[in-house]
Each structure stands twice: as structure tokens, then as C-alpha cells.
């Protein structure tokens, strides 16, 4: 709609739009008439292309092949994004997704993602360790986290769904609607993007629309030909203007959505814990036994709680008197309990910890870097090295604090 304005002049545009959107089927919410605001959380500030890549697996119905997975990339600063059709989650299936990026448009410096097996494996350590980069992970029932590409996951799925209907074809012709789906998201201005569209940003390529093939701008109208200086000096001017108005249109956006991110913080308002001491409340855990790698929550109890603290619940069993502290808010901010073992990554060329997160099951322990312990808890990180018996962790640790 801000595409036509900007070539043509429409009379009762707001009366046009309001009906548009009431009769879009794209505007409706597909999952309730409630928006649930997640919690706020430390967000990683990008501000270069191909910075940050998010990237997840979207199931879809099978097709009249075998063809029945999406794999979902998207860039954090610029919202460009590429859809991959696929038979199944695989770790092959991502590696070559991240060649097929890489050899276009260079290696992210970071991937983020769930704690799937697809993206969780040896085959993607290889690859970051040849490729120098690096994965970060999601924590676990935290979806909100990655939800860039959550996000995208929805828009495919509503505009296949229009699509299919609009064309009237079977819903297993969606993988002829992949390519065009994914042109009219990379080709769409977004206001979040001060009003680019993701190609322009990415690329430095100006977007396309439906509307060129009545009147494009750009198009010369005459029969005059267009005299292209292709020489040397020429060539290196204009390279190096494409990349001042591409680092200017990043730094434009990055504080546009910083902007954006503050205002939203500081309209929120969070809702107090509903639980106070005496209550008594059941505990979910995680079993690990779901296959897959899958975590599987089960409600244990019940327990009394002893005391609301800001970030947490001290509950106790009623039959062991066994007290624990229940995290109640899973976003980024993890407190390290303790460490339950070392072990030297070759393929990271790393030592890494086994760090048990407070309030979370053993099942979820993950092995972080020693450098970023380190830097977080120096103190906890030393207590842990003075009692190890490994020669060649206490060396990582001295060389950290020279």
C-alpha cells in the first residue's frame, strides 16, 4: 500500500486502507485475539549485514514429492531471509544451506538457533570451526529468544495459506509459492526498516514490485541509450559510495529499532508474581526419556512455598521437607549453580565447563567456553580450577587472568 501511494495519488486512501485491512486475510490473528508480550530480555545488538543469522526448521504438510520441511534463514540487522524446501530436519540439510549462504554472501560471524539435534551436532561444529564462526543457542522452552525467525515461520505459513486459497490449489503445491514467497518478503519496505526494503539493505540492490510492470521510475521512458562509464577509477568511486550509503542505512536502522525496542520497553508493564508464601503449587521438571532429544515437562508436587523472592521461588516438599529455588523467568539471564566437569574442545581449539543452571534439571546442562565464564563469574570459574586435578585447564585459567 505504501508502495502504490508513492507512485500513484489515490483519493480517500484511508477509507481504501481500513477496508483492505478488515477484508486481508493476512491481518487476522491466527492464534487467539491476544497478543502475549514476552518477557524483556538482553537482545544482541547487530549492526553490520550477515552479522547475526537465525535460522530454524518449519514443518509443513507433505507435498506431491517428499518435500514436506522448510529451513528458515533470516539476517538479524536487514530481515533478509531465504527459504529452503527440504524432506527432513537434517544436519546435512543445514550445512548445506550455510554453503549455499556462505558462497554468496560470505560466513555469519554468529548462527543462533534451538538446541535441535539438526543444529546441535558434529557436522555444524566442523563447519563453524572451518568457517569461524559461531552458534549460539536458544535456552530451552524459551522460543522468544529467536523469535526474528519465529516470526517469519508465521508470515510463510499465513501467506501460503492465502496463496493456496487465492490460486485455489491443493495444499500440497505449496513448494511452487516457495520462491515467491520468498521474493515479496525480501522485496517489501518495512517501516522497521526505515522504510527499505531487506534486498536494499542486504544487497545494496534496489527492490522490485508488482507495480514495474505499469510504471517503474527507474525505467527510462525514451529510445535514447544510456552511456555506462565501466572504466577503473569509476568502477572503485561507485564501490565505494555503495558502501557508505549501505554502512549509513545500517546505522539508520539499528537506531530506529533501538528506538523502537526502548519504547516498548518502557510502555510494558510487567505483571507481579501471583504466588506468596504459604501457597501451595505443583513444579515442572524435565524428563529427558522423549525421544528425539526432545525435554518433556512433568508436574511434580506438591510443594509449599516458602518464600517469593524477585526472580525466584524458594518451594518445599511436603512429605522430604526438601527445599529447591524455582526460576521463574527463563529469558537469557542464567545464574550459574555450578560446574560439573571439563573437557578440551578440539574442534573450537577450547576448554569449555559443564555449567548446571540454577533452577534448571541436570538434562539441561550445557558446556560454555572457559573466556566468556570467566569474564561472567571469575569467582565461581577459580573455586571450581583450584579443585580440578587438570594441568592444562589451570593453565587456560592463569594465562585468562594475566
Known amino acids: 500500500m505504501l508502495n502504490a501511494m508513492s507512485r500513484f495519488a489515490l483519493d480517500d486512501a484511508t477509507g481504501i486502507i481500513k477496508r483492505f485491512v478488515r477484508t486481508c486475510l493476512l491481518c487476522k490473528h491466527v492464534k487467539g485475539p491476544h497478543v502475549i508480550q514476552r518477557p524483556w530480555g538482553p537482545t544482541l545488538k547487530c549492526s553490520r549485514r550477515n552479522d547475526d543469522l537465525h535460522w530454524d526448521f518449519l514443518s509443513l504438510t507433505p507435498s506431491h514429492g517428499d518435500l514436506r520441511y522448510v529451513l528458515v534463514l533470516k539476517d538479524d540487522l536487514t530481515h533478509f531471509c531465504e527459504l529452503v524446501a527440504c524432506s527432513s530436519p537434517t544436519a546435512f540439510v543445514a550445512a548445506e544451506a550455510i554453503m549455499d549462504w556462505y558462497k554468496r554472501f560470505g560466513s555469519p560471524e554468529t ?38 525467525v519465529e516470526r517469519v515461520n508465521r508470515d ?80 572503485v568511486k561507485r564501490l565505494d559510495e555503495l558502501r557508505r550509503s549501505l554502512q549509513e542505512m545500517h546505522k539508520e536502522v539499528a537506531d530506529i529499532r533501538e528506538r523502537r525496542r526502548l519504547q516498548q520497553m518502557a510502555a510494558k508493564k510487567g505483571a507481579p508474581y501471583n504466588f506468596s508464601g504459604g501457597d501451595f503449587v505443583l513444579w515442572s521438571r524435565v524428563d529427558a526419556r522423549l525421544p528425539g532429544n526432545k525435554l518433556m515437562v512433568r508436574w511434580v508436587g506438591p510443594f509449599k512455598v516458602i518464600d517469593a523472592l524477585s526472580h525466584s521461588f524458594i518451594i518445599e516438599h511436603l512429605i522430604t521437607k526438601a527445599r529447591h529455588d524455582h526460576v521463574s523467568n527463563q529469558g537469557l539471564l542464567l545464574n550459574v549453580e555450578r560446574f560439573c566437569g571439563a573437557r578440551y574442545n578440539d574442534e573450537l581449539s577450547r576448554w569449555e565447563l559443564e555449567v548446571s543452571w540454577q533452577g534448571l534439571e ?41
Open 111 to 148: 548462527r543462533q538457533s534451538d538446541c535441535g539435534t539438526h543444529f546441535r551436532n558434529s557436522v555444524l561444529n566442523l563447519l563453524s570451526s572451518r568457517l569461524k564462526s559461531k552458534q549460539d543457542f536458544t535456552p530451552p522452552y524459551s522460543p522468544w529468544v529467536n523469535g526474528t
Open 156 to 235: 510463510v505459513l499465513q501467506v501460503l495459506r492465502v496463496l493456496l486459497m487465492e490460486f485455489q490449489l491443493d495444499t500440497k503445491e505449496w513448494p511452487y509459492l516457495l520462491p515467491v514467497v520468498q521474493a515479496n518478503l525480501n522485496h517489501t519496505e518495512l517501516p522497521s526498516l526505515g522504510d527499505k526494503a531487506p534486498v536494499e539493505l542486504f544487497t545494496g540492490l534496489s527492490p522490485t514490485s508488482a507495480l514495474d510492470v505499469i510504471w517503474n521510475p527507474h525505467r527510462s521512458h525514451d529510445d535514447e541509450p544510456i552511456a555506462v562509464d565501466l572504466s577503473k577509477p569509476t568502477i
Open 362 to 402: 541436570d538434562a539441561e546442562n550445557s558446556y560454555e567456553g572457559l573466556e566468556e565464564l570467566f569474564n561472567d563469574v571469575p569467582a565461581k570459574v577459580a573455586e571450581y580450577v583450584a579443585e580440578s586435578s587438570s594441568d592444562g585447564l589451570r593453565a587456560a585459567v592463569a594465562a585468562l587472568q594475566e
